[in-house]
């Protein structure tokens, strides 16, 4: 089927002027309409991409834990850490490094049943702090599959936190290259 210049000048008319005829039900149905559309994208976009919805939940509050919002700035949670963390493992090819978190956050609940009989996020935030001082115990020299994720999961925390726009501007306080007025601000070896 071809589409001759004209039919194609005609169709575009028709639908620029669409919006202009009937603006009643018709547009507040296509506001609606667009509204929705958009909560749907925001929706796929923060869905998780790599782990489950549980697991994503657990990675989000450990890290939290790991960077929690102070008065200085706001925490893992605010910077997005965990949405880094899943898109990171998402575009990963290293498929060991995949089995490593699934197991790893695995380990985490196992270790909060071990400690309070129950899951990591059923906890009360003592026991879950409890959970992670655990595992942060072993971290010089991890010998459970815990104490191995940590090392992981703190590496991978920090990481994603202060390469986001919080943690470079809100924590670090960054302000781009400017000019330094007055004395020189860098190192001096004297």
């Known amino acids: 089927m071809t589409v001759t210049r004209r039919e194609m000048l005609a169709a575009t008319a028709a639908a620029l002027a669409a919006p202009l005829v009937a603006p009643g039900a018709a547009g507040a ?5 667009a509204a929705g559309a958009a909560q749907a994208a925001q929706a796929a976009r923060m869905a998780p991409k790599f782990f489950t919805a549980p697991e994503f ?7 939290d ?3 929690p919002t102070d008065a200085h700035s706001p925490g893992a949670r605010v910077a997005g850490v965990a949405t880094y963390i899943d898109l990171r ?6 498929t060991d490094q995949q089995a490593k978190w699934h197991s790893g956050l695995a380990a985490v609940d196992t270790l909060s049943q071990e400690l309070h009989g129950k899951a990591f996020l059923q906890g009360t935030p003592e026991q879950r702090l409890a959970v992670l001082t655990k595992m942060a ?3 010089k020299d991890p010998k459970t599959p815990a104490e191995h994720f940590f090392q992981q999961l703190k ?6 936190y202060y390469s986001s726009k919080v943690g470079i501007h809100a924590d670090q306080q960054y302000k781009g290259n400017v000019y330094q007025r007055g004395e020189y601000a ?3 070896a004297k």
Do not use: F, N, Q
């Open 155 to 160: 590496g991978w925390t920090v990481r994603a």
């Open 29 to 33: 149905a296509g506001a609606a309409g």
């Open 186 to 188: 860098g190192y001096d």
């Open 57 to 63: 939940a657990l990675l989000d509050e450990l890290s």
């Open 89 to 94: 493992l998402a575009e990963s090819l290293d």
């Open 137 to 139: 115990a072993g971290e």
């Open 65 to 67: 834990l790991i960077i």
